[in-house]
Each structure stands twice: as structure tokens, then as C-alpha cells.
């Protein structure tokens, strides 16, 4: 079977098609645009800590999110140089 | 239906298993399907209480104690086997479908167990069942893991036997009823670590990644839910409320993500994965409330639908292409998109995105944390709810279906995989729609503790959390929307290697070594210097004085009788000389024999004389 020559919506390269990028911008966009709609619910309501306060900020998860997740992966990009090892690591270790 | 109410169910399913051995293919696989849903029907229709309690030396057994939390525990157990045995249809070896069995029936053993003794033993059957399930793959690597499997739950298995025994040992009353156990005596905390053991919680942690990808396709599936969530189940039961959990589950829930990030086997993601999971149940039990409780049985039951989906995917693209690495598959939506529809359901539902069931049971734990004020924790758990998309979300699917086109054209899975993949599939969007029926058997009355939130404040329609809640779904939305950004930013970052990572294990391992070398040092040090100063010099030394010292004793105290018999000195030397040889060689007349015998038993004489 031949190669598709031109890129799918779907990513199927390592580097993901143009289209798949705007509609991922999209959705995070309109993700944040909503907020503007809703009331949110008030977290920690009792406690005086500037934490608990700022769970309650405008785009905390959209923060939350990106951040966990980057530092997830940079975290664990840097473990991998200690903790990556060949995958026979058990055959002869044991 | 009396008769089913007073049968255990697990034992309908190993008494079955073993019927099932004596039956062709198609009967086994068959039978097996309706195994498990006789099991189902007679959870159903059990009534609540305690019952069955034979003696066993001298203690009150109780076979079956069914209150919400075992039916709730019940009904999933059996529902997953059902799947899981139309998912295996293809599965033609005789050991395995009577092991699974086996192991399920156990599991509900554990779940309906009303004290110890029964809970130990389900729990020890569930560990060597089990075992045989990483056995069946017959490989180099998968005998090697069992093995590494068997002694790790052994050794959980004596820890938690060891809490057994003194928590009897320590009641007054001797009894030995399964149910919260005291926070002061030791024998709890040896059980806690015994369950935690099972649970994978780190550091004990390391067994699950190992063992369960080298299973078979099935066992797999079948592993991945039951022997963490009885250990959850067990928590729910010993240890509600007891606060320890919490930060344990949190370090479980963030463990699963980096790890699962760095693997490259994709059933190897997956494992890690249970363990992010388990740790948002272990958090739950910690924070203990009721609704806490209930949601954790809750995220156990949607757990076991998705996970077992998620291996079910993963085993179809096994079965059908025999690779497991995310290095070597890519691109198989093309040839597979049914089992990469439907394996996606399941990482969406992992994700806990609305309208699947992961949103409608997770958040009530999240939700609980928040009402008791565990700030940190909270925000643990939310960080993690953004990692399991990014790890088991996006990763898995994104690596197995999408990523590189490696030239793999295999068939869609057969079709009884679809169909056990679609009815998982069915409840994940059914339960995430309409949780109803799922909350309907929740245990919201486990622990009256606090009059605290119930389950109406997060909503148990579907108007209610989609409408009335719309906020909950946004703030969802914009954590997953930008963790998938975060993914799609870092994917150069993500490029997989073949690879697998140390694990906490490396300090049992490496500690045994250290222990070994250790010992070997100081023991057998020890043994070499009591053989260089003791056997080689002391001992020796000691047997020359007991042949020269009485010589030379008898030589200083014949002495004066010689010279006055021979004054010449060499005559003395020769004397002396013959009296040592004859000590040294043992061989005297016998009438200097007779005469020591004769001066000692006169001395003894006179001594008794004396004494008298």
C-alpha cells in the first residue's frame, strides 16, 4: 500500500498537521471564552490562604492544566536520564 | 431463590471453574460467560446481612456479609468478567479460563468475607490464581515475572497474615470479625502495609508495571481489575477516615503519571496508569466521610469498566499485531478504527471528560476533598486529573493508533473483542449520562459521620450535573483542552525510546545485595576470625597443655623421688623423657594405672570421711 502523500486531519506524522493545531487553539480558546458565561463555584470558601484564594481566580485551571502537564513532562524528561534503562534490564538483573 | 442467597458467590465461580476443565473449547468459553453472569444474578439476589458462619478451630467463620459496599463490589466484579469473557473468546487454553475463574471467585471471597481468616484465605487463592494468569503467556520473561510476582504477594501475604494474627491475638474477646480496626494497636498498621502491598501503593509499588504486560491478552484484562480494587475494598472496610491515606494516594496519583510517561510499553502505560487511579481511591478512604466512601466505590466501579476497556484495546492491537511498544506500532486507526474508537471511549472516560463515567465518580472525591478542607491534596488531585489525560488520555491512543504510520496493516480485532469492548464502552457514555443506577447502589450510609454534603450537592441526574453544574463541566473542559495543548506542545519532548524505567524495586534489590554483602562481611568475618583464633590457634594450643602440663606436673613432683633413687643428671633427663612419651602416647603399665586409680579413690574416700 502507498503512502497518503498529503497530511490527515488526524495527526499521523510526528510533527501534527496545521489544521489539527488551529482546532486544538480553538477549543482551548473557547474553553477560556466560556468562563466568562458561567458562575463558578466558590472553592474553599472558609480558608483565608492566598492558595485557596487563588483557586478561585479567573483561568485556574487553564493555568492548572498547561502547568501541571509541562512540568509533568519536562519532570519527567529529567528522570528518564536516571531512571530510563534497556528494556532486557530483568533478563540478567536479578 | 433462597438456595442462591445462602451460597457465596465467588464459590459458585471456582466450583465452576473446576467443572469447567472437563468441558470441550466452545462449552468452557461458553460456560465461563455464564459463570460470571450467575455470579451477577446471585449478587442480585442477595439479602442484606451476615450468614453462613461454620467453625474453623475454634473461631466463627462468616462466608457472607453483604451490605452495599460488598454488592456494589460484587456487581462490578462479576459485570467485568462478563466482558472480559466475551473479549477472551478467542482464548483456547484450558488453564486460563479455570485461573481467571478462579481468581474472580476468589476476589468476591475477599469482597463477601465477613472475618479474617476467610478475607486471608480468598486473598492468598486471589495471589497464586492470579499467578498463573502472568504464566500462561509462556515466555522466558513472563516465567521470570510470575515469579517475581508469587514472591512479592507472598511476602505481602505473611505481612498481612502477622497483622492478623496480633490483632486476635490482642481482642479481648478473641474475635475475629473483619471491620475498622483500631488506630493504636500494631497489628493494624502490619495489615495496613499488607493491603497497601496489594494496592501497588509506592513504595510497594513496582510488582504491578512489572507482571501484568507480561500476561496474556486476557490476563491482562482480568488483572487489571481485581486484585488493587479488593485491596481498596479491604481499605474501605479496615480503614476509613484513617488520614495517613491521603498523602499516601496522592504520591500514588502523581507516581502513576511520570512514570506512565516514560514508558514505552503501551501496556506498561496502562499499569501505571492503575496506580494513578487507585491512589485518587486510597485519598478517597483517607478523607473517609461517607460521601468520600461512596465516592470511591463509585470511581472503583467506573474504574474497572474503563481500565478493563483500555486493556481490552491494547490486547486487541496485541492479538493482532503482536507488538506492545509505542517504538513499533503507530498508525493503526487506518486498519483498526473500531478498537480505536471504542479504546478511545475509554480514554476519554479515564480522563474523566463529561458525559463519561470517570466525570460522574471522580469528581465526588475531588468534591470531598475540597468540602474537608484538603487543600493540598485537592490540588494534588487536580494536577493528577490533568496527568491521566495527558498519560492515558492522549499517550496511549495518540502513540498506538495515531503518531508515525509504520506500514502495520492488521485486521480490526475479531469480532467477540468488539463486542466485549463495545458493552464496556456502552457504560462508560450510559454511566457518564446517567449515573442513576450507580449511585442508586452506593453505600452513602456507610459511615454516618457527618451530616456533611451528600450526593444531591453534586447532582445524580443528568440535568443536574450538565445544567445545573455547567460551571464543574467548563472548569473540566479547560483543564483537559490545555493538557491536550501541553501534549501537543511537548510532543517533540514525548518522542519514545525503547526503554523501561528503575523502578522502587532497585532498593529492594540492590538493599537485599547491600544486606547480603553486609552479612556475608560481618558473619562470615566473624566465622573466619573464629577459625584463625579459636579452632587454628586455641584449640590446638589448649590439647598440647592437656598432654605436656600432667607430664610435666608428675615429672616436678617425681622429681625428688628420682634423684634420690639416681642423682646423676642425664639419668634424670632419661626418666623424665620416657614419663612424657608415655603421657603423650597414652601408654602406661597397668600398674601405674592401678595405682592412680587406687591413690584417687583412697583420696576420695578421706574426702567423704571428711565431708561426714
Same mark, same amino acid.
Given at each position: ?14 510533527? /501534527?498537521?496545521?489544521? *489539527? ?11 477560556? !471564552?466560556?468562563? #466568562? &458565561? ?23 485551571? /487553564?493555568?492548572?492544566? *498547561? ?11 529529567? !528522570?528518564?536520564? #536516571? &531512571? ?11 | ?545 592437656a598432654?605436656?602440663a600432667p607430664a610435666t606436673l608428675t615429672a616436678m613432683a617425681l622429681?625428688p623421688v ?21 603421657f603423650?602416647?597414652g601408654?602406661f603399665p597397668i600398674a601405674y594405672s592401678a595405682a592412680c586409680v587406687l591413690i584417687i579413690l583412697s583420696l576420695l574416700v578421706l574426702i567423704g570421711r571428711t565431708a561426714d
Amino acid at each position: 500500500m502507498s503512502e497518503t502523500p498529503e497530511k490527515p486531519f488526524v495527526p499521523d506524522q510526528p510533527t /501534527v498537521s496545521r489544521k *489539527f493545531w488551529i482546532a486544538l487553539w480553538l477549543t482551548c480558546g473557547v474553553s477560556v !471564552l466560556i468562563e #466568562f &458565561l458561567v458562575h463558578r463555584h466558590e472553592h474553599f470558601e472558609k480558608s483565608d490562604s492566598a492558595l485557596a484564594s487563588a483557586t478561585n481566580g479567573f483561568g485556574f485551571y /487553564v493555568a492548572l492544566g *498547561f502547568l501541571a502537564c509541562s512540568a509533568a513532562i519536562l519532570l519527567a524528561k529529567g !528522570l528518564g536520564v #536516571f &531512571l530510563k534503562t534497556r528494556e532486557n534490564y530483568y533478563d540478567d538483573t536479578p | 431463590m433462597t438456595l442462591l442467597n445462602s451460597i457465596p458467590p465467588g464459590l459458585i465461580l471456582i466450583l465452576g471453574a473446576i467443572v469447567l476443565l472437563l468441558l470441550p473449547a466452545t462449552a468452557r468459553k461458553a460456560g465461563a460467560i455464564g459463570l460470571a453472569a450467575l455470579g451477577f444474578f446471585a449478587i442480585s439476589q442477595l439479602e442484606t446481612g451476615e450468614r453462613l458462619s461454620p467453625s474453623f478451630l475454634g473461631f466463627d467463620l462468616t462466608l457472607l456479609r453483604v451490605d452495599a459496599t460488598s454488592k456494589a463490589f460484587g456487581y462490578i466484579f462479576t459485570l467485568c468478567a462478563v466482558a472480559a469473557f466475551i473479549f477472551s473468546w478467542h482464548e483456547k487454553r484450558r488453564a486460563e479460563n479455570t485461573a481467571a475463574l478462579v481468581y474472580i471467585g476468589s476476589a468476591l471471597g475477599v469482597v463477601f468475607a465477613g472475618d479474617m481468616i476467610t478475607w486471608y484465605v480468598c486473598w492468598e487463592l486471589m495471589a497464586i490464581a492470579s499467578t498463573f494468569l502472568i504464566l500462561a503467556r509462556k515466555t522466558e520473561k513472563s516465567l521470570k515475572a510470575a515469579q517475581r510476582y508469587i514472591l512479592v504477594h507472598l511476602a505481602g501475604g505473611l505481612i498481612l497474615l502477622t497483622g492478623i494474627l496480633l490483632t486476635v491475638h490482642n481482642h479481648k474477646t478473641g474475635s475475629i470479625a473483619f471491620n475498622e480496626f483500631p488506630k493504636d494497636e500494631i497489628g493494624s498498621w502490619f495489615i495496613l502495609i499488607g493491603i497497601l502491598i496489594n494496592a501497588a501503593a509506592v513504595p510497594f509499588s513496582s510488582w504491578l508495571p512489572d507482571a501484568y504486560p507480561e500476561s496474556t491478552i486476557m490476563g491482562g484484562v482480568i488483572l487489571s481489575a481485581y486484585t488493587t480494587k479488593t485491596a481498596v475494598y479491604t481499605l474501605i472496610r479496615g480503614f476509613p477516615g484513617w488520614e495517613i491515606l491521603v498523602p499516601i494516594g496522592c504520591v500514588m496519583t502523581l507516581y502513576g503519571i511520570i512514570y506512565a510517561l516514560l514508558e514505552n510499553d503501551m501496556r506498561r502505560i496502562l499499569s501505571y496508569s492503575i496506580i494513578n487511579q487507585v491512589g485518587f481511591m486510597v485519598c478517597g478512604v483517607g478523607i473517609g466521610t461517607n460521601l468520600a466512601i461512596a465516592g470511591v466505590v463509585a470511581h472503583a466501579f467506573c474504574h474497572i469498566i474503563y481500565k478493563a476497556l483500555l486493556w481490552m484495546s491494547a490486547g486487541a492491537v496485541l492479538f493482532r499485531t503482536g507488538k506492545s511498544k509505542c517504538t513499533e506500532l503507530g498508525g493503526l486507526y487506518k486498519t483498526m478504527p473500531i478498537t480505536m474508537i471504542l479504546g478511545t471511549i475509554g480514554a476519554l472516560a479515564i480522563s474523566s471528560v463529561p458525559f463519561t463515567s470517570g466525570f460522574v465518580s471522580k469528581t465526588i472525591i475531588v468534591a470531598t476533598a475540597e468540602q474537608n478542607n484538603y487543600l493540598w491534596a485537592w490540588l494534588v488531585l487536580e494536577i493528577a486529573s490533568a496527568g491521566v489525560f495527558l498519560h492515558a488520555g492522549i499517550k496511549f491512543p495518540y502513540f498506538v493508533f495515531f503518531n508515525v504510520d509504520r506500514g502495520l496493516r492488521p485486521k480490526e480485532a475479531p469480532k467477540p473483542m468488539l463486542i466485549g469492548m463495545g458493552l464496556l464502552a456502552f457504560l462508560c457514555i450510559y454511566l457518564g449520562c446517567h449515573p442513576a443506577p450507580l449511585y442508586d447502589i452506593l453505600p452513602l450510609l456507610h459511615r454516618p459521620l457527618l451530616p456533611e454534603a451528600n450526593l444531591e450537592s453534586l447532582g445524580t441526574t443528568f440535568s443536574a450535573i450538565y445544567v445545573d453544574h455547567f460551571s464543574n463541566v467548563v472548569t473540566m473542559f479547560q483543564l483537559l483542552a490545555f493538557s491536550a495543548l501541553a501534549f501537543f506542545v511537548f510532543l517533540p519532548w514525548l518522542k519514545r525510546t525503547p526503554t523501561i524505567s528503575i523502578d522502587f524495586d532497585w532498593f529492594y534489590r540492590k538493599g537485599a545485595k547491600l544486606f547480603y554483602a553486609a552479612m556475608d562481611r560481618s558473619l562470615n568475618g566473624l566465622n573466619k576470625a573464629a577459625d584463625k583464633y579459636v579452632i587454628k590457634t586455641f584449640l590446638p594450643a589448649l590439647t598440647r597443655f592437656a598432654l605436656v602440663a600432667p607430664a610435666t606436673l608428675t615429672a616436678m613432683a617425681l622429681k625428688p623421688v628420682w634423684r634420690a633413687m639416681d642423682p646423676d643428671e642425664a639419668g634424670l633427663a632419661k626418666r623424665r623423657d620416657e614419663l612424657v612419651a608415655k603421657f603423650t602416647t597414652g601408654t602406661f603399665p597397668i600398674a601405674y594405672s592401678a595405682a592412680c586409680v587406687l591413690i584417687i579413690l583412697s583420696l576420695l574416700v578421706l574426702i567423704g570421711r571428711t565431708a561426714d
